[in-house]
């Protein structure tokens, strides 16, 4: 699996950190091993102008997820790729000081809100989604699932 973290955010965010933390989860969604993910740590005037181009909101969000490749059996849970090639999953784009925000009025360490959002990018790249209610208790169920897995310290 290759997993690919850029710190454009001005930061100092730990990549390796995120790279382990993506993997892990990519792992326990059982994506193929020769996937392809993309993890953007961005500031709020990048992710804010990315949310008013693909989402059409105004604003900084936490993040946003650009599927590149899913499976045509969504509901499988299960991402599947031919042997022997390698695949883009896509990318997802977090904005670090909206992270470090919420990770403070949450009372939780930064590396929570890293963790959940990590999750959440993931889940949206391999279709899940929170339209509507019945798509949004799957969704958080799953989230809750994974996250209740990642070791955090």
């Given at each position: 699996?290759?997993i690919?973290?850029?710190?454009e955010s001005?930061?100092d965010?730990d990549?390796?950190?995120?790279?382990?933390?993506?993997r892990?989860?990519m792992?326990?969604m059982?994506?193929?091993?020769l996937?392809?993910l993309?993890?953007?740590?961005v500031?709020?005037?990048?992710?804010?102008?990315l949310?008013a181009q693909?989402?059409?909101?105004?604003?900084?969000?936490?993040v946003?997820?650009?599927?590149l490749?899913t499976?045509?059996?969504?509901?499988a849970e299960?991402?599947y790729l031919p042997p022997e090639?390698?695949?883009p999953?896509?990318?997802?784009v977090i904005?670090?000081?909206?992270?470090?925000r919420q990770?403070?009025?949450g009372k939780?360490?930064?590396?929570?809100?890293?963790?959940?959002?990590i999750?959440?990018?993931?889940?949206?790249?391999?279709?899940?989604?929170?339209?509507d209610?019945r798509?949004?208790?799957?969704?958080?169920a799953?989230q809750?699932?994974?996250?209740?897995?990642i070791?955090l310290?």
């Amino acid at each position: 699996m290759s997993i690919e973290v850029l710190d454009e955010s001005g930061r100092d965010v730990d990549v390796r950190r995120l790279s382990t933390l993506a993997r892990f989860v990519m792992d326990r969604m059982r994506v193929h091993a020769l996937a392809e993910l993309c993890i953007k740590a961005v500031d709020e005037q990048t992710i804010a102008e990315l949310n008013a181009q693909w989402m059409e909101k105004e604003g900084p969000t936490d993040v946003l997820a650009f599927p590149l490749w899913t499976s045509a059996e969504k509901d499988a849970e299960v991402f599947y790729l031919p042997p022997e090639e390698t695949t883009p999953v896509g990318e997802i784009v977090i904005s670090y000081p909206q992270a470090a925000r919420q990770a403070r009025e949450g009372k939780r360490p930064i590396r929570s809100e890293m963790a959940l959002l990590i999750v959440h990018g993931v889940l949206h790249l391999l279709g899940y989604d929170h339209v509507d209610s019945r798509q949004e208790d799957h969704m958080w169920a799953k989230q809750d699932e994974v996250l209740a897995k990642i070791p955090l310290k």
